[in-house]
């Protein structure tokens, strides 16, 4: 008898579980790869949040130019976003020629010392309030960056609301 004849008598099979633990192992080593890799260090800082107008009426558009940059001393990922509850968003420009992923500015590894400028145009809301508050943030994923001054991450810039256009 041939042995293609004895094997597809008595196949062997893989079982289930050998099959997960081939896969844990695998995913395994991959973490403890993962988990090895240093975490970088890097003060990320909004260096300023600026308004194109100190007044504007609902329905005027201000502008709000957001700087941002690496203090390292490490290389880091991050985004630069811009939220208001008073302000709504009309566009965005993000340095370096990425497009934005609407409401954030996705840099990915910025070096240290390089500063960033975001660029956001916003339309005042009717929100019966009388400031519209822009904020920049510098975002970062939790884990993935060592940032010992997480307190300078965010900046705002405000404009007061007066009246109707």
């Known amino acids: 008898m041939s042995e293609w004849h004895v094997m597809r008598r008595r196949p062997t099979t893989i079982s289930g579980l050998a099959v997960l633990v081939v896969v844990a ?23 300023s949040n600026t ?29 630069v976003m811009w939220s208001s509850d008073q ?16 409401p954030a500015c996705e840099y990915g590894t ?9 660029t956001v145009v916003a339309e005042v809301l009717s929100t019966g309030s009388k400031l519209a508050i822009g904020t920049g943030c510098m975002v970062e994923q939790t884990g993935v ?16 609301i007066g009246g109707k256009r």
């Not at 910025?110 to 975001?118: A, D, I, N, R, S």
């Not at 960056?145 to 404009?159: H, W």
């Open 51 to 79: 308004a194109s107008a100190k007044h504007a009426k609902v329905g005027d558009e201000v502008t709000f130019t957001i700087v941002a940059t690496n203090n390292g001393p490490d290389a880091a990922d991050f985004n």
């Open 110 to 118: 910025v070096e240290p010392g390089v500063t960033l400028t975001t």
């Open 145 to 160: 960056i060592n940032d010992p001054n997480p307190e300078n991450n965010c900046a705002d810039a405000t404009v007061k």
């Open 87 to 102: 302000l709504q968003l009309v566009s965005e420009t993000c340095d370096l020629g990425i497009s934005p992923d609407t």
């Open 25 to 47: 192992t695998v995913g395994l080593a991959l973490a403890t790869a993962i988990a090895a890799q240093p975490v970088p260090t890097a003060d990320l800082a909004i260096v």
